[in-house]
């Protein structure tokens, strides 16, 4: 507790504030004060958000105010607020935050880039909260903390108490609330913790393109002896934290990156990474992240031992663990790297029809980056309980505050520039859809991730796609050449045509919407597009 440190300017009254608590700090005032929180038997803070266990997309709403309107993407992603109701919800945080007899502030930096940190302020009332923060933002030194000063970005976590439906605009007890003008970010109604990083990403989205900066939903590693970057694209559950702990690369980071002039920088300080089903054996690295300092949330433990039983999702599937990224064998620090030579699509595709790998062309880059084609995967989001085939636009729909277009433009200006190649990698179903064929293995999509660092998929053998218009890659070693070709790993072949003429319909659908924002090189590129005959 700092005797000096005051929240007043935010109208917070509380007396007792804990700033920037130390990770054993926390783990006191957890244990103390959090009823059912507990540790580990490998020193992790094991720790429950409650009701939700995932996030509530459609509960993000965005204030609309004259000096930002014509820059944000409204719709489905980006629901308008107006300012008086974010004042509401604003003045109902503080309000709940001053009956607390403790208070958590965490002050820290996003973005690894010295020219492009933002300070972050986030005040909360759970020790679980703070520590979780502690670990995902970029913590400063004693010397930068005394300095610090005020901060460019708040957040006010009063997730415990809810919005009032009545309030207008709001549809239920939960409601998270952006102001771009006031740098603000209200949590009402939802205590899960990833709700508080995709905030400070979803303002990085709004700030960093108006920068001409590309905000970025992946995770990134580096060449150890060039530093040259590759950036992997994906929704979670798509494999970004758990491809991007290579063992033979330095990792950037697991999940938000901006790419600029002078190359790719992470903007978090720590790694969420899912723990549904992990092992030593198939993530070591995670595995032995997942120790002291760590977040353990909405996990099930054996409370004799406290051994934890990453196999039992019975409070959820969207089991994680949050940890500094210091935790990280192979983590380079500070967090930044040159462009990248590689820019990789994750999806998991729930029909099987799109190929473990597929080179895209400039214009192809732009169209499956702007359709971001993926999977909700199981316990990511609330109401998910199985593979649900899904649309993202930019591979993070929900975190976008800018039209999908201006992050391909950005997308597109920088591969050309920096010559990179665009891959398409699928590590959902093979050999069938959901159902009937099986999800791609570990083993063989890091073979594939391995095949394009080296080199020996630039120069592999592809074939063109008749429906889906790729150039899927032939060869890989470590990969079975069947499996490389979805149209030879299904028994049934007229099936496997039906269900890719289908998928191939649904994209075209989808991109309806965009086709009138981007060159018409770019909507033709398409399945069944004129860009994508041979």
């Not at 010397?143 to 439906?165: M, S, Y």
């Not at 102001?179 to 990403?201: H, Q």
């Not at 992946?218 to 494999?239: E, M, N, P, Y």
């Not at 592809?462 to 499996?483: K, Q, S």
Request: charged residues 20%.
């Amino acid at each position: 507790m700092d005797g000096q440190f005051s929240l007043q300017q935010h109208g917070i009254t509380v007396r007792e504030i804990f700033r920037n608590m130390s990770p054993s700090g926390l783990y006191e005032e957890a244990i103390r004060h959090e009823p059912g929180t507990s540790l580990s038997d490998t020193g992790c803070l094991i720790a429950y958000s409650g009701e939700k266990t995932g996030r509530s997309p459609k509960d993000k709403r965005v204030v609309r105010h004259a000096d930002s309107e014509s820059k944000v993407w409204w719709g489905p992603v980006n629901f308008p607020l107006d300012e008086s109701t974010f004042s509401i919800n604003r003045e109902r945080a503080i309000d709940y935050l001053n009956t607390r007899s403790r208070i958590y502030c965490v002050d820290a930096y996003a973005g690894w880039d010295p020219a492009q940190r933002l300070k972050v302020r986030v005040i909360c009332a759970r020790p679980y909260h703070a520590l979780f923060m502690h670990n995902m933002l970029i913590r400063p030194t004693d010397q930068e903390l005394e300095t610090f000063g005020e901060p460019d970005f708040v957040i006010f976590n009063a997730g415990a108490f809810p919005a009032n439906r009545y309030t207008t605009g709001m549809t239920s007890r939960t409601s998270v609330d952006l102001s771009i003008e006031r740098r603000e970010v209200v949590l009402l109604g939802t205590e899960y913790a990833g709700e508080m990083k995709k905030a400070v990403f979803t303002f990085m989205n709004y700030l960093l393109p108006d920068r001409g900066i590309l905000s970025m939903h992946c995770s990134a590693t580096c060449d150890r002896k060039t530093g040259q970057s590759s950036v992997l694209f994906g929704l979670s559950g798509t494999g970004k934290t758990t491809l991007s702990a290579d063992p033979h690369r330095y990792l950037v980071g697991d999940d938000e990156h901006g790419w600029s002039d002078d190359g790719i920088f992470n903007i978090e300080g720590g790694c969420y990474a899912k723990a549904v089903y992990l092992t030593r054996e198939s993530e070591p690295d995670i595995f032995e992240a997942l120790r002291f300092g760590a977040v353990l949330e909405n996990v099930v433990y054996d409370r004799a031992h406290r051994h934890v039983d990453f196999n039992d999702t019975s409070i959820t599937q969207n089991t994680r663990g949050a940890y500094p990224i210091e935790h990280m064998r192979n983590a380079k620090i500070p967090c930044v790297a040159g462009h990248p030579s590689d820019v990789i699509f994750l999806t998991c595709d729930a029909f099987g029809v799109l190929p473990p790998v597929s080179r895209l062309t400039a214009e192809q880059a732009m169209y499956y980056f702007i359709s971001g084609y993926t999977a909700k995967v199981a316990g990511t989001e609330m109401g998910v309980t199985e593979p649900e085939a899904t649309f993202s636009p930019c591979f993070g729909g929900p975190f976008l505050v800018w039209h999908p277009g201006e992050y391909a433009r950005l997308l597109a200006e920088k591969i050309l520039r920096h010559g990179s190649a665009v891959w398409l990698v699928n590590t959902g179903w093979s050999g069938g859809a959901y159902g009937t064929g099986s999800r791609m293995p570990l083993r063989f999509t890091r073979a594939i991730i391995d095949g394009i660092h080296t080199g020996e998929l630039r120069e592999a053998a592809v074939v063109r796609d008749p429906i889906m218009g790729l150039d899927v890659v032939t060869a890989c070693t470590g990969v079975p050449g069947e499996m490389l070709q979805p149209a030879l790993s299904w028994r049934d072949r007229g099936a496997y045509e039906a269900t890719a003429r289908k998928l191939a319909e649904r994209f075209r659908l989808n991109f309806e919407k965009y086709a009138g924002s981007v060159d018409a090189a770019v909507a033709a590129s398409g399945p069944g597009g004129e860009g994508t005959q041979g």
